[in-house]
């Protein structure tokens, strides 16, 4: 990158992300015992092992109704165009977008990249969820990726299904243990209106090579999937209360099935990982066809007289929520 646009990103990055740290006790160093956690003095010793060997965890009741509230009411402001943000990306179903026109939430599948946009970035700052991040990521924690998902009624097509992936796929940075999602439920999730679905313990396994599913109705933008998993490997589908929240690793593979109730299911997740990840050559990891996405996604949003790379795109999307920036910076 030439050193104009260096420093424009950089403007942009500082204008965007001026948030205030939150300083939250430390954990204290790793013990050998223990590769996906962290020392700290919250998790039990049940709850530890749990997440180390199956690379996911669920927090019963971690999120009050209130602000969940709050989430909701914003999410419908941008939907109804009364309310945007600097980078903020609507996503809509590709198969209800298609058939008719559709104002407001109906078609919107997920609102992604929310961190400018203070009312929705509150959730990432929420004290009782970063307590958790610590304890896989560290004392120093950027949100690097956001997203409000709102799956729709399905439309008979079950595009509102999405695949089985491991979200490491889009991130440029490593290593992966010091990464983690929180992801809460914003209203009662069920199999019936596709909760999360995890396959434990998949979380030791490597990077697999994530495609587009061939399904009939169409797929919507960005939900790749693994076509190679083991089809006997357990399935749990995580079904939760409003509030309940669950952490998991970038490299577990999950999905969420089609919602085949007629309301909506809205989730709020963040994406957390340590400030000390070290970006990676993402031709390696990410794929061609990928990184193409995300790429084109980010020009939209900062003109295409910038030249950006992959690691750009997550530097500039990424905001720190306590502790120091090490290596999130330009
Ligand atoms: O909330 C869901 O349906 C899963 C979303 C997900 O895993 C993702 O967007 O990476
Ligand atoms: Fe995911």
Same mark, same amino acid.
């Given at each position: 990158?030439?050193?104009?646009?260096?420093?424009?990103?950089?403007?942009?990055?500082?204008?965007?992300?001026?948030?205030? @740290?939150?300083?939250?006790?430390?954990?204290?160093?790793?013990?050998?015992?223990?590769?996906?956690?962290?020392?700290?003095?919250?998790?039990? !010793?049940?709850?530890?092992?749990?997440?180390? @060997?199956?690379?996911?965890?669920?927090?019963?009741?971690?999120?009050?109704?209130?602000?969940?509230?709050?989430?909701?009411?914003?999410?419908?402001?941008?939907?109804?165009?009364?309310?945007?943000?600097?980078?903020?990306?609507?996503?809509?179903?590709?198969?209800?977008?298609?058939?008719?026109?559709?104002?407001?939430?109906?078609?919107?599948?997920?609102?992604?990249?929310?961190?400018?946009?203070?009312?929705?970035?509150?959730?990432?700052?929420?004290?009782?969820?970063?307590?958790?991040?610590?304890?896989?990521?560290?004392?120093?924690?950027?949100?690097?990726?956001?997203?409000?998902?709102?799956?729709?009624?399905?439309?008979?097509?079950? +595009?509102?299904?999405?695949?089985? /992936? !491991?979200?490491?796929?889009?991130?440029?940075?490593?290593?992966?243990?010091?990464?983690?999602?929180?992801?809460?439920?914003?209203?009662?999730?069920?199999?019936?209106?596709?909760?999360?679905?995890?396959?434990?313990?998949?979380?030791?396994?490597?990077?697999?090579?994530?495609?587009?599913?061939?399904?009939?109705?169409?797929?919507?933008?960005?939900?790749?999937?693994?076509?190679?998993?083991? *089809?006997?490997?357990?399935?749990? /589908?995580?079904?939760?209360?409003?509030? @309940?929240?669950?952490?998991?690793? *970038?490299?577990?593979? /999950?999905?969420?099935?089609?919602?085949?109730?007629?309301?909506?299911?809205?989730?709020?997740?963040?994406?957390?990982?340590?400030?000390?990840? /070290?970006?990676?050559?993402?031709?390696?990891?990410?794929?061609?066809?990928?990184?193409?996405?995300?790429? !084109?996604?980010?020009?939209?949003?900062?003109?295409?007289?910038?030249?950006? +790379?992959?690691?750009?795109?997550?530097?500039?999307?990424?905001?720190?929520?306590?502790?120091?920036?090490?290596?999130?910076?330009?």
């Amino acid at each position: 990158m030439d050193s104009h646009a260096k420093s424009r990103l950089q403007v942009i990055s500082n204008q965007l992300n001026s948030g205030k @740290d939150l300083k939250l006790q430390q954990c204290s160093g790793t013990d050998s015992k223990y590769r996906y956690t962290l020392d700290n003095p919250l998790l039990s !010793q049940e709850q530890r092992q749990f997440y180390e @060997d199956n690379g996911y965890l669920v927090v019963k009741n971690l999120v009050p109704s209130e602000p969940l509230q709050d989430y909701v009411d914003h999410f419908q402001k941008i939907c109804q165009g009364e309310a945007s943000a600097p980078l903020l990306v609507v996503m809509r179903d590709v198969a209800i977008a298609k058939s008719e026109f559709v104002p407001g939430e109906k078609a919107v599948t997920k609102i992604q990249s929310f961190q400018n946009y203070e009312p929705l970035f509150d959730y990432c700052r929420t004290p009782e969820i970063l307590k958790y991040v610590e304890c896989f990521c560290g004392a120093d924690i950027m949100a690097v990726h956001t997203m409000l998902i709102n799956k729709p009624p399905d439309p008979g097509t079950k +595009t509102s299904r999405h695949p089985l /992936h !491991q979200d490491l796929n889009y991130f440029p940075f490593r290593p992966a243990d010091r990464i983690v999602c929180a992801w809460t439920a914003m209203e009662k999730v069920t199999r019936a209106n596709g909760c999360l679905v995890v396959l434990p313990g998949t979380h030791k396994e490597p990077l697999k090579k994530h495609t587009y599913p061939d399904w009939e109705g169409g797929v919507n933008k960005l939900y790749y999937g693994i076509q190679d998993y083991d *089809p006997s490997l357990p399935k749990i /589908h995580v079904e939760m209360e409003k509030g @309940d929240t669950v952490f998991f690793h *970038p490299l577990i593979i /999950h999905g969420s099935g089609a919602n085949k109730t007629t309301g909506f299911r809205k989730a709020i997740s963040c994406h957390y990982a340590s400030s000390k990840c /070290h970006f990676i050559n993402s031709n390696e990891t990410v794929s061609p066809e990928t990184g193409h996405e995300i790429l !084109q996604l980010a020009r939209k949003r900062v003109g295409d007289d910038v030249t950006i +790379t992959l690691p750009d795109v997550w530097k500039l999307q990424s905001r720190l929520v306590q502790g120091t920036n090490y290596n999130f910076t330009f």
